[in-house]
């Protein structure tokens, strides 16, 4: 009998193993799934979580199942969406714990879907290290493994020198100090008085939701208000970033007008020859996206430009997105500013923007806030969904042409992955209850004498805490991994990472050691490697590249055993 050894049982090894059942295989095999949190759902979905932290999707977006749209060469096993599944409103946007139920419901289904001469046993514990074919487990148990996959997920780091610094300083001072870490799993209970948050983006929502929601506070609606009472036990937050503003809010509305066919611009033919980021990619992801914009502008809401769309898109097709006359298209077609894409003023909207105090940036915020929640709730504006499919068009392109971009990657996440529109509300009405402070844009962090100092150019004002929490997720690279099994390959030089840390693997996923050669039975998957951050689950009938990437790497395990 072959044995397949996969570290990690989170949705990723889920996935693989259905597009495994899927082939149909005739070998004897023994799987073999590691992983100390329970199967289908691993760390990051586990059900032993806040059951007040939620998704960032809605249930009807969320699938781990092949449909019609699927070109992968297995075949295509339909299931339920985990609106489907669970029974929810599609428009809604469950829980972590619910989706926990759903991976762990699939994990399931595909351990029962195998054949009869597939086996699957799951090892709740961790990996420690791999030496030549064996596996070796925090309880003592050793695996053989004929082929081996890391489908690790998303991975802690070690500490970078700036956080060892600043947790030395809290240390030597009596304050607080949470390094980069994911929001379920960072320890809040010493955070108290005035505490500065650095990062804007979905963990801060999360960790929002742990220190207010979670300390007992809660929120009513008064004369359509929302309005949050305080429990007394909540800390007081000071929250900036680099664009020093949330992440836009989900839409919650549909196309109004015909769906754009994508990709259209930006395609692989689009980018066979070397180019770069800034002046070669970035025009043409940027003019795909704006043809999703306008797509859904022109066929949803004619009454909003003054051209045939047949006309403007024949033009458009024509012009690169950053020339004169792509501006004066724009300004002949569509008469109103505020229905232009403008990808700058997206990126950036405290730019050239300062208070003379921090009261005046507070109703400034409040009001940007309002009016982002209000774009993402009312149809009129559905044109930013249009957007939004063309993002994530790209999104899926670029990660398999191109190598990975830092802006770029944080970009989409600031536009496509913000929180849903009632976060935003709840962050408003703590902001009124005063306990949300904004600091601003480009927001510097000082450690001195008995506090954090913060600041921002935007406003005059400092702020002096007694805390510091990094709201943001740490930044892995292989060097600086505290994976043991990846630090116990490093070590021997089986594996190896390219510039931005990630863990070269080839097209199919073979692992890339250290003299540039592929490994024959090893494989590595995830948002760790070159790969590529496809996300393990996705919305329906999207053809998504995360099941198209698992049919591969099937069918290559099923190739080296022998099938």
């Known amino acids: 009998m072959r044995s397949l050894v996969v570290i990690g049982g989170g949705p990723r090894a889920a996935g693989l193993l259905e597009r495994i059942a899927a082939q149909s295989p005739t070998l004897d095999l023994a799987v073999h799934v590691i992983d100390p949190f329970p199967p289908g759902a691993g760390r990051v979905w586990r059900r032993a979580q806040s059951p007040l932290l939620r998704m960032n999707s809605m249930a009807e977006d969320v699938t781990v199942f092949t449909d019609a749209s699927f070109d992968g060469v297995g075949p295509v096993r339909p299931g339920p969406s985990l609106s489907e599944w669970g029974d929810v409103d599609p428009a809604s946007f469950p829980s972590r714990q619910v989706q926990s139920k759903y991976l762990a419901w699939f994990f399931d289904h595909v351990r029962e879907s195998l054949p009869p001469n597939i086996s699957v ?239 005046e940036f507070q109703d400034h915020l409040r009001a940007y806030i309002e009016a982002d929640v209000a774009r993402r709730s009312d149809p009129r504006h559905s044109a930013d969904l249009g957007a939004f499919l063309a993002l994530l068009s790209v999104y899926g392109q670029m990660a398999q042409v191109m190598p990975h971009d830092g802006w770029w990657h944080g970009y989409f996440s600031y536009l496509a992955s913000g929180p849903p529109p009632d976060r935003l509300e709840e962050l408003l009405a703590l902001s009124r209850a005063g306990i949300v402070r904004f600091v601003g844009a480009d927001m510097w962090v000082d450690a001195v004498d008995g506090a954090f100092l913060a600041g921002s150019p935007t406003t005059p004002d400092v702020v002096r805490a007694n805390g510091l929490i990094e709201a943001r997720l740490p930044t892995h690279s292989l060097s600086r991994t505290a994976d043991p099994v990846l630090q116990s390959l490093r070590a021997v030089g089986d594996v190896s990472e390219d510039d931005a840390g990630l863990v070269r693997v080839s097209p199919e996923g073979r692992l890339i050691n250290d003299r540039g050669e592929e490994d024959p039975t090893r494989f590595a998957v995830g948002p760790y490697t070159t790969g590529r951050a496809f996300a393990a689950f996705a919305r329906p009938h999207t053809n998504a590249p995360a099941f198209r990437q698992n049919d591969v790497l099937a069918r290559e395990i099923l190739k080296v055993l022998g099938d």
């Open 121 to 359: 046993t799951v090892h709740s514990a961790r990996a420690l290290k791999v030496v030549g074919n064996w596996v070796w487990l925090d309880n003592g148990e050793s695996l053989q493994a004929d082929v081996l996959v890391l489908a690790l997920g998303h991975l802690d780091a070690e500490p970078e020198p700036e956080h060892l610094k600043l947790a030395e300083h809290a240390s030597e001072h009596g304050l607080v100090y949470v390094p980069p870490l994911y929001s379920a799993d960072a320890d809040l209970s010493e955070v108290t008085g005035d505490v500065v948050l650095r990062g804007f983006g979905l963990a801060f929502i999360d960790l929002m939701v742990l220190l207010t929601e979670g300390r007992g506070g809660r929120y009513e609606r008064v004369d359509g208000l929302l309005r949050y009472v305080p429990s007394g036990l909540e800390p007081r937050l000071f929250v900036g970033s680099r664009r020093g503003v949330p992440y836009h809010s989900k839409t919650g509305y549909r196309l109004q007008g015909t769906r754009p066919s994508l990709p259209y611009f930006f395609t692989a033919e689009a980018l066979k020859s070397d180019l770069d980021f800034r002046a070669d990619v970035w025009p043409l992801m940027a003019k795909e996206i704006a043809w999703g914009y306008y797509h859904e502008l022109f066929t949803g809401h004619p009454g909003l430009v003054r051209m045939p769309f047949v006309e403007f898109a024949t033009s458009f097709a024509g012009l690169d997105w950053y020339s004169d006359e792509m501006r004066e298209l724009e300004l002949l077609a569509v008469p109103d500013p505020a229905d232009r894409i403008d990808f700058e003023r997206l990126d950036r909207p405290l730019t050239g923007l300062t208070f003379s105090s921090g009261e």
